[in-house]
């Protein structure tokens, strides 16, 4: 699988403003939850469109990487016919509008991460090791297979690297070992299962535990709160 598509799993489009000028400028900018995209040459103009990434165990380390990157978008620029066509479909709903949504957003989505990395904006965190052809393979994995028993040794194994020259470059990279990132990865995935009515035995099998009593105590450690009370809800 595509080490974009194994990290940004599914896509959410917030329609915030049905009208535009198919004729102006366009800026896709980084939000808190994924993308926005305003129509006109001034990009502090209303957004047109919102684009929301769910999966913050994905999303939000990808989202830190970038920084403040903006992608401007005139309208000689090869992506303009997409981004109308794109807040074109949000102005007009018809039948397929959410297949075609997901597919437009991606493909910005896409173009934007690029540019930001093109340009040098993105040097560290998630977005840099994923730019990195050896680094991407146990990255994607670990996105890919979170509930695996990864060691260092196997990601290293992955990567390509020895164990001791894959740590460096990882911990350079992205700040942290790669355990460590592994178990926050798991914790933020698994916090999103609970959200989403998980039983608790399965969740924590479904991401590595070997019993719900190690997955309570590591989710504790990291979130302050019991599996149990996240998924009583309010």
Request: charged share 20%.
């Amino acid at each position: 699988m595509d080490k974009l598509a194994a990290l940004i799993q599914t896509l959410q489009i917030s329609r915030v403003q049905p009208h535009f000028n198919e004729d102006a400028d366009f800026h896709v900018m980084k939000a808190a939850d994924g993308f926005v995209l305003k129509s006109g040459a001034n990009p502090s103009l209303p957004v047109a469109a919102s684009i929301v990434l769910r999966g913050r165990g994905a999303v939000a380390p990808l989202m830190a990487s970038v920084g403040c990157f903006e992608m401007h978008i005139p309208n000689d620029h090869a992506l303009h016919p997409l981004v109308a066509l794109f807040v074109g479909e949000i102005s007009a709903p018809r039948c397929g509008q959410d297949s075609l949504l997901a597919g437009y957003a991606q493909v910005l989505i896409v173009h934007f991460l690029r540019a930001a990395l093109e340009t040098g904006t993105v040097d560290k965190g998630v977005w840099a090791a994923l730019s990195d052809a050896r680094l991407s393979r146990a990255l994607t994995q670990v996105h890919l297979r979170p509930g695996h028993a990864w060691s260092t040794e196997d990601l290293a194994q992955e990567a390509g690297m020895s164990r001791s020259v894959f740590m460096a470059q990882f911990r350079e990279v992205m700040g942290e070992a790669p355990i460590t990132y592994l178990r926050s990865f798991r914790i933020a995935r698994a916090r999103e299962a609970l959200e989403e009515g998980g039983r608790i035995a399965v969740v924590a099998r479904t991401f590595g535990y070997s019993s719900s009593d190690a997955f309570s105590r590591a989710f504790r450690r990291s979130q302050g709160i019991a599996p149990s009370e996240l998924r009583r809800g309010p």
